[in-house]
């Protein structure tokens, strides 16, 4: 079973940022199990983030790239299946493994069907849940691998080699350009708003207003659409932000 670690035992150890593995988003509102888990996760390579609540946990989401994150269901506030089915609707693919004490089927039924990817319950094996981890983290690269080269229209999108053809014609476009791309077609014909694209692709804080994302949305329907002014691809979703329509 897992040693519970305190908080004040954790914070007297070593600083240990800048690893290789992972980053790890730890939602769970008891300080024993929080920083037992982020003691052994950063042991094995991981970066580990810790939200008491389900709020904190969505102010962590906004302003920091998550591999995963580990859920507590039983959360002050909101709970932790508000917290999932929130960043669900708001189209947040990251992988979420729930740890909770709730272990009847009626509840890991509802977990699955709010989206959760993994369902392991209190108390539990620290070996087994870092293997669970490495399992959900394994089948989230190879299915960001297998997209490598992205099709619509006449256009192909090659995100390993940076490259963008029409028509077989190479573009020539910017690096920013490119990321803005890469962020709407990863998202696969849903929205992004003007803020998400702000942080994901010139890191911008939150509250950060300019037309930036406008400007260049603009150069890259010049490059890519064949009638500019009325896009086929990258459509504008009133008040709210771009999407790519991948026909």
């Given at each position: 079973?897992?040693e519970a670690?305190?908080?004040q035992?954790?914070d007297?150890?070593p ?29 094995d390579?991981?970066n580990v983030?810790i ?13 920091l ?7 507590d ?5 909101m ?10 609707e708001r189209d947040?693919k ?7 004490a709730?272990?009847?089927e009626i509840?890991?039924?509802r977990?699955f069907?709010?989206g ?6 209190k ?14 983290l394994?089948r ?6 297998v ?13 390993e080699?940076?490259?963008v ?5 190479q ?8 990321e803005?791309?890469h962020?709407?077609l990863?998202?696969e ?7 998400e ?7 911008y ?16 329907r010049?490059?890519?659409e064949?009638?500019p002014?009325?896009?086929d691809?990258?459509?504008?979703v ?7 329509e991948?026909?």
């Amino acid at each position: 079973m897992i040693e519970a670690t305190s908080k004040q035992k954790w914070d007297e150890q070593p600083d240990l940022k800048e690893r290789d593995g992972a980053s790890i988003l730890v939602v769970e509102d008891h300080d024993d199990i929080a920083y037992g888990l982020k003691n052994n996760l950063e042991f094995d390579g991981h970066n580990v983030e810790i939200a008491g609540n389900g709020l904190q946990g969505l102010e962590t989401l906004s302003r920091l790239n998550i591999d995963i994150i580990i859920l507590d269901l039983m959360l002050p506030g909101m709970n932790g299946y508000t917290f999932l089915e929130t960043i669900r609707e708001r189209d947040n693919k990251v992988p979420v493994l729930i740890l909770s004490a709730k272990g009847e089927e009626i509840d890991k039924v509802r977990g699955f069907r709010l989206g959760a990817d993994d369902y392991v319950t209190k108390p539990f094996g620290t070996m087994e849940l870092i293997a669970r981890i490495e399992a959900i983290l394994r089948r989230s690269k190879e299915k960001e691998e297998v997209r490598k080269i992205w099709s619509f229209g006449n256009i192909e999108v090659n995100i390993e080699k940076r490259t963008v053809q029409k028509a077989g014609q190479q573009l020539r476009l910017t690096p920013l350009e490119f990321e803005l791309l890469h962020a709407l077609l990863h998202r696969e014909g849903t929205v992004a708003s003007r803020k998400e694209l702000l942080k994901e692709v010139w890191d911008y804080p939150d509250e950060v207003t300019t037309r930036t994302v406008d400007t260049h949305i603009a150069e890259l329907r010049n490059k890519l659409e064949d009638t500019p002014s009325a896009p086929d691809y990258i459509l504008t979703v009133p008040k709210i932000g771009y999407k790519i329509e991948i026909l």
